[in-house]
């Protein structure tokens, strides 16, 4: 496959190395790289600073520069945070395709998890109901983003995966992760429990009924003031 529609010469010296087993791989020092891609240092340290903010590679004062195992979420993050300052609305959408992506995969993430998974997911459900029931209460919005991003941890692809964790970084950004309403949150976690319930059960068609269910209520979060 051509590569020469990537924007940099150091995007493509990148891409045509040889895959690694997952572990971060070394790549030549600055002054190797320039002149082996046949670019200026300066030019060359631009382009790294791209491949930097990307997660492609990753650059220490000791062990030089390294390659990364590709992952999609810096770069769909990034973009995304950036549109939701610029406009809130763009989050809406964004949710809107995270919902989409996660029905679509639905069966297959259930169907992969393991009874580990199982019960990882049902001791976030335990310390979402300790918060919520404690004395003061606490928003559970750690394991509210762990709980989701659990049921797809399983899937191997890193476009998926990307979408999903950026939702929940966005999420972080509209200052979502700190709604307070205990109704609508109490409401929320019902439905959690019987998504993961119905999972540790194998009852995937539940499971799933319960999620597009649960889905519905970020659309028609009461609006608070203040």
């Known amino acids: 496959m051509s590569r020469r529609s990537l924007p940099s010469e150091l995007l493509e010296y990148l891409a045509a190395l ?15 790289l320039s002149a082996e891609i046949g670019i200026g240092v300066s030019k060359l340290r631009e382009q790294l600073e791209v491949a930097k ?31 939701v ?17 996660e ?5 297959e993430a259930v169907d ?8 990882t997911l049902q001791n976030l459900m335990q310390q979402a ?6 004395s003061p209460i606490r928003i559970p919005h750690f394991e509210h983003r762990q709980l989701h991003l659990t049921i ?32 609508y949150l109490r409401e929320v976690w019902t439905y959690h429990q019987r998504i993961v319930d119905a999972i540790q ?8 009924q319960n999620f597009i269910d649960h889905a519905d209520l970020l659309r028609h979060r009461p609006i608070t003031t203040g």
């Open 201 to 208: 059960k194998g009852d995937r068609e539940a499971s799933f």
């Open 103 to 107: 029905a679509a995969y639905w069966y």
């Open 129 to 134: 109901w300790d918060k919520l029931n404690g």
């Open 152 to 183: 797809f941890s399983r899937l191997e692809n890193p476009f998926v995966r990307g979408i999903l964790e950026a939702y929940w970084d966005a999420y972080e950004a509209v200052e979502l992760d700190s709604y307070t309403d205990l109704t």
């Open 53 to 83: 903010a990307l997660g492609l590679v990753e650059v220490r004062p000791r062990t030089g520069i390294r390659l990364k195992p590709y992952d999609f979420l810096p770069a769909v993050s990034q973009s995304l945070l950036y549109a």
């Open 85 to 101: 300052v610029m406009d809130r609305g763009f989050f809406d959408m964004f949710a809107d395709l995270r919902k989409r992506v």
């Open 18 to 32: 040889p895959a690694g087993n997952g572990d971060t791989q070394r790549v030549p020092p600055i002054s190797v």
């Open 112 to 119: 992969l998890l393991t009874p580990e998974d199982h019960q």
